[in-house]
């Protein structure tokens, strides 16, 4: 059973620092491509990073140089750290994993960025 269980998120004032973590299981989690998306009220769904098995990385165009994707392979673990935070960050923030058969999701985790 593939689980994915996201963590970190929280209430933070504009220009503050959050790390979210997502623990992975159930998955060859080296192999497989992971994810940080973000939903806000009202909003669809949009990606924000992206990293690959190999450790190259993809950003949203609103997040970069603020925010970095990393993973831990060892762990089955992927992060996103999120620095110099502003209100429209706000939002449900969910982890992806990408296999060769399936997507999977966490069920998110509340990041409230106050102004």
């Known amino acids: 059973q593939v689980q994915l269980v996201e963590s970190g998120g929280g209430l933070v004032q504009a220009g503050g620092s959050l790390r979210l973590s997502c623990a992975a299981s159930?998955?060859?989690?080296?192999?497989?491509?992971m994810g940080w998306y973000r939903q806000a009220p009202g909003k669809q769904r949009e990606l924000v990073a992206t990293?690959?098995?190999?450790?190259?990385?993809n950003y949203a165009d609103s997040v970069k140089g603020r925010f970095t994707i990393s993973r831990d392979n060892a762990k089955n673990t992927v992060y996103l750290q999120m620095n110099s935070l502003k209100p429209e960050d706000t939002g449900v923030y969910y982890c992806r994993a990408t296999t060769a058969l399936f997507d999977y999701w966490g069920q998110g985790t509340q990041v409230t960025v106050s102004s």
């Open positions: 159930g998955i060859i989690f080296s192999r497989n491509t």
């Open positions: 990293i690959i098995s190999g450790g190259s990385t």
